[in-house]
């Protein structure tokens, strides 16, 4: 599933997060919603990952003030370097599709990023 972005390009829809830590450090994670660009909610923390750790995420189970995520909401991965800093990825829509929407986290506790692939 997509959908047509501001920009009047593509927008794709993904069903799930999968997230792999190549930093060096442990992190820990969540998911923000945002509604016409606005953070609104954030989940608890999701987990930790360690340093070469994968997690996968099916957004169908997470809660939003008690809701469940509509097609086309968008959401966010936000990392936190344990003893370090937060970073956020970038915003992208779900859909229950059976896309997964991959990232990667590369970099120290105080100089990371979050990269989709």
């Given at each position: 599933?997509?959908?047509?972005?501001?920009?009047?390009?593509?927008?794709?829809?993904?069903?799930?997060?999968?997230?792999t830590?190549?930093?060096?450090?442990v992190?820990?994670?969540?998911?923000?919603?945002?509604?016409?660009?606005?953070?609104?909610?954030?989940?608890?923390?999701?987990?930790?990952?360690?340093?070469?750790?994968?997690?996968?995420?099916?957004?169908?189970?997470?809660?939003?003030?008690?809701?469940?995520?509509?097609?086309?909401?968008?959401?966010?991965?936000?990392?936190?370097?344990?003893?370090?800093?937060r970073?956020?990825?970038?915003?992208?829509?779900?859909?229950?599709?059976?896309?997964?929407?991959?990232?990667?986290?590369?970099?120290?506790?105080?100089?990371?990023?979050?990269?989709?692939l």
């Amino acid at each position: 599933m997509q959908g047509i972005g501001p920009d009047g390009g593509v927008q794709p829809h993904f069903h799930y997060f999968t997230c792999t830590n190549r930093g060096a450090f442990v992190s820990r994670f969540i998911v923000q919603r945002f509604v016409e660009g606005r953070l609104i909610s954030q989940t608890r923390i999701l987990g930790r990952l360690s340093m070469q750790d994968t997690r996968s995420i099916d957004l169908t189970t997470l809660r939003f003030h008690g809701l469940p995520l509509e097609v086309g909401d968008q959401v966010r991965l936000r990392i936190g370097a344990v003893g370090g800093v937060r970073r956020n990825g970038p915003l992208v829509h779900y859909a229950p599709n059976g896309q997964t929407a991959a990232f990667e986290v590369r970099g120290t506790t105080l100089a990371f990023s979050i990269r989709q692939l």
